[in-house]
Each structure stands twice: as C-alpha cells, then as structure tokens.
C-alpha cells in the first residue's frame, strides 16, 4: 500500500527543479543589467537638467541686471569684459557637485537685414568696446560634462 501511495505521488524530479532554475537565471542576467541601464540613464538625465537649469538661472540673472553691472560686476564684483578666465565657481545651494563659468565678449550690432554670409544670428564678436555683449554660461558637473548657453545683453 505504502508503494502505492508514492507511485501515484506527482511532484518535480530535482533535476527538473535544477534545469527550471538554470533557465531561470539565464532569462533574468540581462533584464537586471537592463534595470541598472536604466537607473544610469536616469541618473544622467537628471545630471543634465541641473545643469541646464544652473546655466538658465545664471542667464537670466545676467539679463535682469544692467547693462554696466554685467559689464563690470557678473558673475563676480571685478569682472570686466571680456571675461575669459577659467576659473570655476561652485554652483549655488541646490547645486552640490556643479560648477559654471561665465564668458563676455563685445559683439557688433546685427545688420538691419541679415544675409547669408553674416555671423550665426547675425552677430559678431568685435574687437572693441559695444553696447552689446554676449553671455556663453558653461556648466560642468562630476564626471566632467558640459553644458553651455548664451545669450545677448544691450545697452
């Protein structure tokens, strides 16, 4: 009777437990580097959104101040244009592990109707004093990318 009992017992066989398991290792490498892939590109997603956030934030502080205070005193009191240092100024609360750097330059004025031939937005950088400066705001973060934008400030 005992025998009876246990032929008519169904159940998994250890290497049927084993091979299940084996596939299922098999399937689930790849969907875990997939999961860390995707955590990664996340993460640098985010990186590059504070950073175009910092660079927006600087700008537009540029562009809200006078024409002089830009000239003479942004990002720093003592910063005459054209400003080309490559010195880095840690970011503001908020901003742990980024860092940005302004550069001024003169520029001309645009022509009336721009052509073909004439400077990206028809403006171009000139060698001597104007009533127009343009303001490139770099943004550098940990693992040492950058983000850069600019903008104009008139007299």
Do not use: C
């Not at 024409?67 to 010195?87: K, L, M, S």
């Not at 950088?125 to 600019?150: A, C, E, K, M, N």
């Amino acid at each position: 009777m005992f025998r009876r009992r246990l032929k008519k017992e169904a159940g998994y066989s250890l290497i049927e437990v084993v091979v299940s398991i084996i596939i299922l290792s098999i399937a689930l490498l790849p969907m875990a580097s997939m999961f860390d892939m995707g955590i990664n590109s996340a993460t640098e997603g985010s990186q590059y959104d504070k950073a175009r956030a910092l660079a927006n934030m600087k700008l537009e502080e540029a562009k809200s101040l006078s024409f002089t205070t830009v000239r003479d005193n942004f990002p720093q009191t003592g910063n005459a244009t054209p400003y080309t240092t490559v010195n880095w100024i840690n970011g503001p609360v908020g901003f742990g592990g980024f860092q940005y750097r302004v550069e001024k330059h003169y520029m001309n004025q645009p022509p009336q109707i721009p052509t073909s031939t004439s400077f990206p937005l028809g403006v171009a950088p000139s060698g001597t004093t104007t009533g127009l400066i343009r303001v490139t705001v770099f943004v550098q973060w940990d693992d040492g990318t950058t983000f850069t934008t600019y903008g104009l400030v008139g007299q």
